[in-house]
């Protein structure tokens, strides 16, 4: 049984079963009501609310229910009896009784809140609610979520440990890698000019785990990226770390659904589908414009290119000519939008750089259309047969760079499903998205890039794939999977490289020399060079797992204590500027005086 301290039970634990017990509850001053000699406290703790009455009889106790204001905190002792009558809540768990306070002790007074704290959703500034954080997770809403995170954190544990997965930690000070993003560095006091870095990701480390012999790791693991934030990322996040050995793309997918399906049964209450769909990359792009679709809903893309090819409408014309495409999306009921409507969806896609948006609709028997006039009746009616519309509807198009048509399109398809309820709040589709490319090619820096990380597998099922590699690595499929959830990434992973001649060779179309490869992954190559199994995995990204769990749309309301879309912590203002001792004892020198616009 729970040892409770001060406590007989928690707020929210007493019932109509406890009637005539004498109990001891401790807790926050949510309400505080004066009812003609009777006052009434709304007594809270993590548990819940439970009405607590002050009686003149009591004295001293009465004095001090008096005395309370919000957020005091109070430990009270007292006999639970029922509600009289008509004055049940039947809104609250404790809404059938009350405790009549006998003896009542002030534990510590509060300053009044700068925010609301009960159990309706604060409409607080986001950025009072980040500088006062611990009142901001007194919310009911705030502490639902840490219970929950906690429970997902167990099933996830539970659910790995039960199928063979030893946890294991690897370290937070290591050294920088190339993984996408900018590294995070620490400098060392030990050795003036060098630094350590914050890791991206647990990735080298599980690989060496793998050699090492370990055959099954996991750990729920902070990483680290100096990138641009946005509603779905932060500097530091949360990933449920997983990796294999003598594995294969099926067993991983399997094992990865069976975790999914055990959270969300143990921690929604959901029954998921037992296997989830899979579509290739190039599909994924050609369908919905990203990676990472949203198939809750239609209004998919369609390539409309071979149907202005002989068009004189030089907006057209010249994109093609120039080796752009037209793609389009038919949005059923789509008339009723008006030109202003027309105007703000034009704007929305210019900001995926999108030069403009082609449109026309169907109404009252005619076709309307600002382009109408450079287009011939045969190509309007060709469109609407391939994109399957009709009367009521309106087709709207992008004529640009494959590249910006996708993304323009892709963005511009979930602002309408989600403008027009195109889906179910709580509805959950899954898919798996496969076949990346292996590499990209950056031309700002004229050489490849590595579109997961630089130690996928590369798809290598016959002789001209092993030719392409060093010939033609822009031909390449990784063997890469991303599990896509209502158009977020859920978790993303692959089948590693544990050859170190592929290994090298993958260095090598990414720019990278033998002397630098060794210099940044020697203790990898090494390990891979005394016998590496054939090994894989996959991260799944457990704030982002919240979000969807929870309904926030903010990775911040999931998080205990986030930054802001500018990287601060508010409540502790980080980050701040160094003691210059500290500085000379680093042997650091700041090049500009440091701000500390987030000092506190």
Known sequence: MEDLGLRTHKVAEISAADIGKTVTLCGWTRRRRDHGGLVFIDLADISGIAQVVFTPE?????????????????????????????????????????????????????????????????????????????????????????????????????????????????????KPTPEGARDFLVPSRMSHGEFYALPQSPQLFKQVLMCSGLDRYFQVVKCFRDEDFRANRQPEFTQIDIELSFTTEEQVRAMAEGLVRSVWKECAGKDLEKEFPRIGYDEAMDRFGVD??????????????????????????????????????????????????????????????????????????????????????????????????GKGDAILMVADQLSVANASLGALRCH???????????????????????????????????????????LLESDQDREDLSENPGKLKARAYDLVLNGQELAGGSIRIHDNSIQREVFKQLGISDDEAERKFGFLLDALSFGAPPHGGIAFGLDRMMMILTGCDSIRDVIAFPKTARGVDLMVGAPSAPDLEQLVELGVKIAAPAKTANSR
Request: proline share 5%; with cysteine; hydrophobic share 40%.
């Open 58 to 174: 009591t004295g001293e106790a009465f004095k001090l229910g008096e005395s309370l204001r919000a957020e005091y905190v109070v430990k009270i002792t007292g006999e639970v009896r029922a509600r009289p009558e008509g004055t049940v809540n039947p809104k609250l768990p404790t809404g059938e009784v009350e405790v009549e306070v006998k003896e009542a002790e002030l534990l510590s007074e509060a300053k009044t809140p700068p925010l609301l704290i009960n159990e309706e959703e604060s409409e607080t500034r986001e950025e009072i609610r980040l500088q006062y954080r611990f009142l901001d997770l007194r919310r009911p809403a705030m502490l639902e979520v840490l219970k929950l995170r906690h429970k997902v954190y167990q099933s996830a544990r539970n659910y790995l440990s039960s199928n063979g997965f030893c946890e294991v930690e690897t370290p937070i000070l290591t």
């Open 292 to 389: 990472a679709p949203d198939t809750r809903f239609g209004l998919e893309l369609s390539d409309l290119s071979d149907l202005f090819a002989d068009s004189e409408f030089q907006v057209f014309k010249s994109n093609l000519e120039s080796g752009g495409v037209i793609k389009g999306i038919c949005l059923e009921g789509g008339a009723d939008l008006s030109r202003k409507d027309f105007d703000h969806l034009t704007e929305f896609v210019g900001r995926y750089d999108a030069k403009g948006l082609a449109w026309f609709k169907f109404e009252d028997g005619e076709i309307k259309s600002p382009i109408k006039k450079f287009l011939t009746d045969a190509q309007i009616e060709k469109v609407a047969e391939r994109l399957d519309a």
């Open 416 to 458: 309408l499903a989600k403008e027009r309820g195109l889906f179910e709040k709580d509805q959950l589709s899954f898919v798996w998205v496969e076949k990346f490319p292996l590499f990209d090619f950056d031309n700002n820096q004229g050489r490849f890039v590595a579109v997961h990380h630089p130690f996928t597998a590369p």
